[in-house]
């Protein structure tokens, strides 16, 4: 028989661990401890985080546009050429030539709009090509000489019977244009603003409307996180309140029961007394399960694993109280035109319009370019000598001059610029339109502010109310006064009551919050500082 009491003892011990160590984790959790975890570890936070960056990428990238590019070209090319007889029957021999080419520029566009290319080409030409010489007279023989202007070199042969002769003539020449360069500047049509410094503006706008999405998403998410954590202390308190309500219907059906048994309650007051309780079972239940879901509303704004949350039961540090707030209906208004994210993105969306109206306007007019070269030629037999005659600057060249392009219609700017102005003054519209929403939605925030503390102070009477009813008609009830009917409906008014002002509570609480990112002062309110690298 010990042995037994003792297995069983310890089966319960290990029975007691094993829900020990499944219980769940509690985590008391002030309100600034819930806002500081949803800062780091929310996951909306965390992908919008990224938006700026990329926008500033973009914006770094767009200014590639003006990285200069270096290009490098060189070849070899072979040519040969057989020989024949000219128009008077004279035979000539034929020739061949090599030649090595080199060229290379560094091309770019400056912010202004210039288009430039430095650089330079060189050709490298060797071969033999045939020569035709007089040979003096006809049917003479003897030995002849010349000597070639372009190589220097002197060359002898001999005729016989012919008055002209054709040999071959080893040659190499260099030639190019070194130092050149080219600019090229519109005067009219993408002057003052072109492709590349449109996207420049536009990335730009981006940045800053990507700063202010960030901006608007910690708003959310900090509002969204003190909503639930006022939701969740309400479920809280709601769930005490049910469970109370379940006690008094208990203990007034035992007292039923008592009645019944002595006969001075009928057994209809038993059954009505089973009812109740049953009914407030159900509703402890339904609290339990409205508790458990604001609790996972919460952990999803706090966790980017919620895994590690999955245990864990977070426990409100604060009761819900109801601070009396003095509202300035004009303060808030100019707060939130001025504090507003959204408000300040319809903004930039204006800005952005109105850049892409300057750039149509400037594709209205005609193309005139001025356009400019300067450079060195040379030309020796070797390459060495084509440099010095670089070097020596003794082959300069330049030219300038205009280059005018004016379309016939002009139908696809003019339209794009319409098209640009209309799309502009929507944007001005639309802008007004949600300033005047931001107004509206900042008035009702406070009318429902004020309704909710005014609501707090009612359901706190009516609440006292319904506890001194309840009380009065108990004793009514034990001096056979009353029935137990009345007493279970001043029960379930209590509940109600009860119910009503921890809502209510959470409600004034919840509104304030709402206010505060109506005005754009979420924040401020809440003491948490932005700053975007």
């Known amino acids: 028989m010990k042995k037994s009491v003792l297995a069983f003892a310890l089966a319960l011990a290990g029975t007691l661990a094993v829900a020990q160590t499944n219980a769940p984790e509690v985590r008391p959790m002030s309100l600034e401890d819930v806002i500081q975890v949803a800062l780091q570890h929310n996951l909306d936070i965390q992908i919008v985080r990224y938006t700026p960056e990329i926008a500033q990428f973009n914006l770094a990238a767009t200014y590639g546009a003006y990285d200069p590019v270096f290009n490098l070209s060189g070849g070899h090319q072979y040519s040969a050429s057989p020989g024949g007889f000219d128009a008077q029957g004279r035979p000539y021999l034929g020739a061949e030539s090599d030649a090595n080419r080199l060229s290379s520029d560094v091309t770019g566009m400056l912010p202004w709009g210039t288009t430039f290319s430095l650089g330079g080409t060189m050709t490298d030409s060797y071969g033999t090509r045939p020569v035709t010489v007089n040979t003096g ?42 130092g050149f360069t080219q600019l090229r500047q519109p005067l009219l049509r993408n002057f003052w603003i072109d492709g590349p410094r449109l996207q420049i503006l536009l990335n730009k706008n981006s940045l800053k409307t990507s700063e202010q999405q960030l901006r608007q998403q ?8 003190e909503q639930a954590y006022y939701n969740l202390i309400f479920a809280n308190e709601n769930v005490q309140v049910q469970r109370m309500a379940l006690e008094l219907a208990d203990r007034l059906l035992a007292e039923n029961r008592k009645r019944v048994e002595v ?41 980017d694993d919620y895994q590690r949350w999955k245990d864990v039961e977070i426990r409100p540090t604060v009761a819900l109280v ?15 035109l001025v504090e507003r994210p959204d408000l300040a993105q319809q903004r930039l969306n204006l800005e952005r319009q109105g850049y ?64 640009a102005k209309a799309t502009r003054e929507q944007s001005a ?71 009503s002002e921890i809502r209510a509570l959470a409600d004034y609480n919840i509104a304030l919050a709402q206010l505060a990112f109506y005005e754009g002062s979420t924040l401020d309110r809440r003491k948490v500082s932005l700053e975007i690298r």
């Open 137 to 178: 007279t006809v049917g003479s023989i003897g030995t002849n000489s010349f000597t070639d202007i372009i190589s220097g070199q002197t060359f002898s042969y001999r005729t016989t019977n012919f008055v002209t002769a054709s040999i071959r003539d080893p040659f190499e020449n260099a030639a190019g244009s070194v």
């Open 218 to 225: 910690i708003m959310d998410t900090v509002t969204r996180s």
């Open 263 to 303: 006969g001075a309650m009928a057994p209809l007051d038993e059954k009505q007394a089973e009812s109740q309780a049953a009914a407030s079972r159900a509703d402890l239940l339904a609290a339990q399960g409205d508790r458990d879901t604001q609790l996972r509303v919460l952990k999803n704004l706090l966790s």
């Open 322 to 336: 109801a601070i009396p707030e003095q509202f300035n209906l004009q303060e808030s208004w100019r707060r939130g």
């Open 356 to 419: 892409l109206v300057k750039y149509q306007r400037n594709q209205l007019f005609p193309e005139l370019d001025v356009v400019g070269t300067y450079g060195y030629n040379a030309s020796a037999p070797t390459t060495g000598l084509a440099l010095d005659q670089v070097a020596n600057r003794d082959n300069p060249f330049w030219s300038v001059g205009g280059v005018l392009s004016v379309p016939l219609s002009n139908k696809g700017p003019r339209n794009n610029f319409k098209a």
């Open 429 to 499: 519209l639309q802008l007004r339109q949600f300033e005047q929403s931001v107004l509206i939605q900042i008035e009702n925030g406070i009318a429902v502010a004020n309704t909710a503390f005014q609501r707090v102070q009612a359901t706190r009477e009516a609440r006292v109310y319904a506890e001194a009813a309840l009380d009065a008609e108990q004793k009514k009830l034990q001096s056979g006064k009353s029935t137990s009917f009345e007493v279970l409906r001043l029960q379930r008014d209590l509940t109600t009551a009860r119910s």
